[in-house]
C-alpha cells in the first residue's frame, strides 16, 4: 500500500525566503499531484508531474519530481503572506485494482510572517 | 461548468440521526472520490467510483457509512446512525483519466459535519 510522507508538517518563514517543502512516497508511480488548501477552503490543484526531472513552476512556486528517488519538491522563492496555506502532494496509489485512486500526504502547514 | 457541488455546506445533527452528504461531480467526469478531513487523520479517501460503479471502499470506517452513485451526476454519502468522532469536513471530488494527466482530481467545497 502506498505511503507518502511530507515534511516539514508546519513550516513558519519570513516574508522573502526560500524554503523547500519534501514528498516521499514509498511505491513507484509516474506521475503526482500537488495541491492547495487555504484555511477552511477547499483544495486546489497547483502542479502534475508527469515523468522523472519534471519541473513546473507557477509564481513563486516551483515543483519537481524524482522518480528514482521516489521524491518531490516544492520550492518557495522569496515568501509572501498570500502563500499561507497547507500543501499537499498526492499520487495514485493502492493495489492493482486500485491504482487509480489519489492518495494524499499529510499536508505541509505553511505560515509567512512578515 | 460550476465544478464539483457539495450540499449542505454545513450539517450539524444529534447523535444517532442519519446523515446523508450529497454530490454532484463535473460533468463528463467518470471518477468519483469521498474524502474526509480531520485534524487527527488528514485526507482519508474513503471510497471511490469508476463510471458509477465503487472500486473501492476499503477506507470506509465502519457499516455505517454507506455510498451510492445513482447515476453519473450524482452521488450519496450516508452515515447512519451517526456519532460525535464522525465529525469532519466531507470533500467530494471528481476527475476525468485523461493520458497523461491521469486522475488529477478537483474537489468540491466540503461538507463540514458536526454530530453532537
Known amino acids: 500500500e502506498l505511503k507518502v510522507e511530507q515534511n516539514p508538517l508546519f513550516l513558519s518563514m519570513q516574508e522573502g525566503k526560500n524554503y523547500t517543502i519534501y514528498c516521499n512516497y514509498s511505491?513507484?508511480?509516474?506521475?503526482l499531484y500537488w495541491y492547495r488548501q487555504d484555511p477552511g477552503k477547499s483544495l486546489e490543484s497547483l502542479f502534475v508531474?508527469?515523468?522523472?526531472?519534471a519541473v513546473k513552476q507557477e509564481g513563486r512556486l516551483m515543483a519537481s519530481l524524482d522518480t528514482k528517488a521516489r521524491l518531490s519538491t516544492l520550492h518557495i522563492t522569496a515568501a509572501v503572506h498570500d502563500l499561507s496555506a497547507t500543501y499537499f502532494c498526492?499520487?495514485?496509489?493502492?493495489?492493482?485494482?486500485?491504482?487509480?485512486?489519489?492518495?494524499f500526504g499529510p499536508g505541509t502547514s505553511l505560515s509567512v510572517i512578515p | 461548468d460550476a465544478g464539483v457541488i457539495q450540499s449542505p455546506r454545513h450539517e450539524v445533527t444529534e447523535m444517532g440521526q442519519e446523515v446523508t452528504l450529497r454530490c454532484k461531480p463535473i460533468?463528463?467526469?467518470?471518477?468519483l472520490f469521498w474524502y474526509r478531513q480531520t485534524m487527527m487523520r488528514g485526507l482519508e479517501l474513503l471510497i471511490y467510483f469508476n463510471n458509477n460503479v465503487p472500486i473501492d471502499d476499503s477506507g470506509m470506517p465502519e457499516d455505517r457509512f454507506s455510498a451510492k452513485m445513482p447515476n453519473a451526476s450524482f452521488s450519496t454519502l450516508k452515515i447512519q446512525p451517526s456519532e460525535p468522532r464522525d465529525s469532519a469536513v466531507y470533500f467530494c471530488?471528481?476527475?476525468?483519466?485523461?493520458?497523461?494527466?491521469?486522475?488529477?482530481?478537483?474537489f468540491g467545497q466540503g461538507t463540514r459535519l458536526t454530530v453532537v
Open positions: 498526492a499520487l495514485p496509489g493502492g493495489t492493482k485494482t486500485s491504482y487509480d485512486k489519489v492518495i
Open positions: 471530488a471528481s476527475s476525468c483519466w485523461t493520458e497523461p494527466w491521469g486522475t488529477e482530481a478537483f
Open positions: 511505491t513507484t508511480s509516474d506521475r
Open positions: 460533468s463528463g467526469h467518470d471518477y
Open positions: 508531474l508527469l515523468s522523472n526531472g
